[in-house]
């Protein structure tokens, strides 16, 4: 079969209708992007890229080096490119205006430049989280209200991993597909077509030093995979955590398995811990795409109506089995409770 590169997919893309060029051409800059950020991150200690910044992030949270650079990267790239009206990101607390002089587009670009960067210094894989709206007609500098559309509004999502090998996987709402940078040429290679994860799974990722927190519904549930052969599931489960949540979808997309990071009492107060516009919303899109689910525990993230642009929400993504069991005993417990 003839490789066929990112660039030939996504004209068949627009050949079919489901994209139009500026996308394509938006979608071909962010890629180019994320092929320098992997190539920053791949230095590690030679580059001098590891550790902290020295600065904070809106969230609060330390920035690495590489979180710093990977965003200037996206913001570079796009500012230039003719495709955005605006973007934001984990890394700035407002959107980010394209440059008086460079061109504008229709769409808005949000993305979390560098997920997972508390692995970084351990070189364990990391990523890049994107998602594409359409800017609402008539805005010429969008706000943060602009960007507020659920998730069932995106034109388009992606992750890049960067791990042994760089993997771009997306969407645009007509199946999620894989591509694989081929180093030698510096292109991406379609690797998987019209993805389809396994609705049932014995593999769940769930960071389980936070149990005592959890609320009831996922105490029982969680219980009933560790209890395996022994209990109500009658059948055993494994685990995994990796801490980099595109590491951990990128092993659902590729062979099933369910991710979840629950409301607990220690996150109960910020709403969760992963964020909507450019962690779940994004996932979410990928997995639904690929035949899997994505709720809060008790509604599709995607039909959620965003509040604020680094809004938290619980995750549960995956295989539709799990997904949809987990949920059931967070609504029945709620129904219960009434
Ligand atoms: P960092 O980007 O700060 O490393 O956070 C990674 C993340 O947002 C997500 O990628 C992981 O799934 C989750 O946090 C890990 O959370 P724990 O630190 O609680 O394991």
């Known amino acids: 079969m003839k490789p066929v590169s990112l660039i030939q997919f996504l004209i068949e893309e627009r050949r079919a209708g489901h994209i139009n060029a500026e996308l394509s051409l938006l979608i071909e800059v962010v890629a180019r992007a994320c092929k320098r950020i992997g190539v920053a991150t791949g230095k590690g200690a030679l580059g001098g890229v590891l550790g902290e910044a020295g600065t904070g992030n809106i969230q609060g949270e330390a920035q690495k080096k590489l979180d710093v650079i990977s965003n200037e990267i996206l913001l570079e790239a796009n500012a230039w490119g003719g495709h ?172 099933g398995g369910v991710f979840y990071y629950p409301l607990d009492a220690k996150i109960e107060k910020q709403g969760g811990k992963l964020r909507i516009m450019y962690e779940a919303n994004p996932m979410a899109f990928i997995v639904e795409q690929a035949g899997g689910a994505a709720t809060t525990g008790r509604q599709r993230i995607m039909e959620l109506q965003p509040t604020g642009l680094h809004q938290r929400v619980p995750v549960f993504l995956g295989s539709k089995e799990e997904v949809e069991l987990a949920t059931r005993y967070h609504l029945e417990a709620d129904a219960a409770q009434g």
């Open 84 to 255: 955005l009206a605006a973007c934001a990101s984990e890394e700035m607390e407002d959107p980010q205006q394209i440059p008086d002089g460079y061109p504008k587009g229709q769409h808005l670009l949000l993305f979390d430049p560098l997920d997972g960067s508390s692995n970084i210094d351990v070189n364990i894989s990391v990523g890049t989280i994107f998602s594409v709206l359409r800017c609402p007609d008539g805005v010429t500098e969008p706000k943060a209200e602009h960007f507020l559309q659920p998730g069932t509004t995106q034109l388009a999502a992606g992750y890049v991993v960067y791990g042994p090998s760089t993997v771009l996987v997306l969407t645009f709402g007509h199946g999620t597909h894989e591509f694989t940078l081929d180093r030698e040429v510096g292109s991406f290679i379609l690797s998987r077509r019209g993805i389809r994860i396994p609705e049932a799974t014995a593999e769940f990722a769930i960071n389980m030093s936070n149990q005592r927190h959890w609320q009831a519904p996922m105490q029982r549930y969680v219980g009933e995979l560790l209890a395996g052969k022994t209990g109500p599931r009658g059948r055993d489960f494994n685990m995994r955590w990796v801490a980099s949540m595109v590491a951990d979808v990128h092993r659902i997309v590729t062979r």
